[in-house]
């Protein structure tokens, strides 16, 4: 066949220059896309119930992050499976900066030791924006259902009764599930875990004595603990927190097993995996603008959280480590989810 007829050497002259051409159209749109965002409300997908301490800081800086990017932030609630369904619902979201989810070290670290089907992977499958804020846990008990008043008394009461304590969380794999599973772990104490369907339903039971005791956020305790409802034995952080600076840190114990003990979570911003990164940076520094403001700081910081701010590098590094943690607790603790 001769190659040299004209018809297809205008074929090939016309290729030539279109399919360069075509190429650096398609590859320019990520770039367009991120120059024009956000031209719409951005929906932040929330795994956890109304009320609970993850919404309590989502909505502190909704109003603010929304004004820092000019369009309205709505949050959305896709509650269950421990934040999985939304995380799910987020992994297959379109990449454009419109849809993202609050997660937090269970959501993006523990779950993916504890389930062993999930449909998405949770570093490959998300771009980790920014981390918020780092979270204090505290071991909260009802006085009339566990008479102790310090770490040490509770882990001889326990331990004098095997099996008889009950302890609450916010339901299967969460933080609050994990920081017991690790203290009891390492404590070797045998206590029955009762999941709740969020933070309300599960400090409700404490109140009511259905269960001793819970790993809850500060935050979300300070006001019981404030009326003399309910007692805070230990903070499961490596230092005291401001809010409550009169009780020790669980590692202050000196019971065998706690030394170093450290079981903080942190709460953090994820988009879809294929996010352009222009759009990423863009939210990583609007959400450190939010961040840096010191009455947004002071505000957390009275609830017994402190602020945390990473670039996205620096959350991806710490989503990895914290994935290897938890990995290594729910095999010392044997938990399985499914």
Known sequence: MNDTHPGRKAIRTFLASALPMALS???????????????QAITLVMGFPAGSGVDV???AIQEPLSKQLGQPVIIDYKTGAAGNIASEFVSRARP???TLEFGTAATHGSNAALYKSLSFDVESDFVPVA??????????????VVKAKTIREFVDLVKANPGKYNYASTGNGAGTHMAFAEFNSRLGLD????????????????LKGETCCIMNQVQTVLSHYKAGKVSLLGITTAKRVGAVPEVPTIAESGVPGTAGFDSSIWFGV???????AAVVERLNTALQAVLSVPE?????????NTVRIESPAQFKATVSADRQKWANVVKAARISID
């Open 25 to 39: 159209l398609c590859l320019g749109v990520p770039s367009a896309m991120a120059a024009d965002w956000p031209a």
């Open 57 to 59: 800081v989502a909505r």
């Open 96 to 98: 454009d900066g419109y």
């Open 131 to 144: 981390t918020i804020i780092d979270v204090s846990n505290v071991l909260t008990i009802n006085p009339a």
């Open 191 to 206: 206590m029955v875990h009762v999941p709740y369907k969020g933070g309300p339903e599960a400090i409700a039971s404490v």
């Open 270 to 276: 994820f988009a879809p995996k294929g996010t352009p």
């Open 296 to 304: 947004m700081k002071a505000h957390f910081e009275s609830a017994g």
